[in-house]
């Protein structure tokens, strides 16, 4: 089975994301999350983690298969989460309509986190960004 880390986890796409996860055999199953959500993460079927990723992302380095990213926060640097991947792991991104997946690896380079070229190269091959919303106003245009 696959192991999985859904950020967003109580974003429609999120809780989506968890019941894909266990209908497709996934083992493992990780969603950030408040403390006082816990417990509704655990009857949704994954396992808690907490708010802050540097509690936990060290314990998951390179064990997780598939990152599936429903926050729509476009201010994230993916590279805080990316080091749990594994090295043929996938990052999905989710509804992020106006950044291409070049843009996002781009600005994930910062002075204290400088990405070099091919790492770079490594990511692009790794992150799919889907826009659900453009994809419904195509299907509600057709």
């Given at each position: 089975?696959?192991?999985?880390?859904?950020?967003?986890?109580?974003?429609?796409?999120?809780?989506?994301?968890?019941?894909?996860?266990?209908?497709?055999?996934?083992?493992?199953?990780?969603?950030?999350?408040?403390?006082?959500?816990?417990?509704?993460?655990?009857?949704?079927?994954?396992?808690?983690?907490?708010?802050?990723?540097?509690?936990?992302?060290?314990?998951?380095?390179?064990?997780?298969?598939?990152?599936?990213?429903?926050?729509?926060?476009?201010?994230?640097?993916?590279?805080?989460?990316?080091?749990?991947?594994?090295?043929?792991?996938?990052?999905?991104?989710?509804?992020?309509?106006?950044?291409?997946?070049?843009?996002?690896?781009?600005?994930?380079?910062?002075?204290?986190?400088?990405?070099?070229?091919?790492?770079?190269?490594?990511?692009?091959?790794?992150?799919?960004?889907?826009?659900?919303?453009?994809?419904?106003?195509?299907c509600l245009e057709s």
């Amino acid at each position: 089975g696959k192991s999985i880390l859904v950020l967003g986890a109580f974003t429609n796409v999120g809780r989506a994301a968890i019941e894909l996860a266990e209908i497709a055999g996934a083992t493992l199953i990780y969603a950030p999350c408040k403390q006082k959500q816990r417990r509704k993460i655990r009857e949704m079927g994954a396992t808690p983690l907490g708010v802050d990723q540097s509690e936990w992302v060290h314990l998951l380095q390179k064990k997780i298969d598939v990152i599936v990213d429903a926050t729509i926060d476009t201010g994230r640097d993916i590279n805080d989460y990316f080091g749990a991947l594994h090295d043929d792991g996938d990052y999905i991104l989710v509804g992020r309509s106006e950044e291409t997946v070049e843009e996002i690896i781009s600005r994930q380079t910062r002075p204290s986190n400088v990405v070099c070229s091919n790492l770079k190269s490594r990511m692009m091959n790794r992150i799919h960004s889907y826009c659900v919303f453009e994809k419904w106003e195509y299907c509600l245009e057709s």
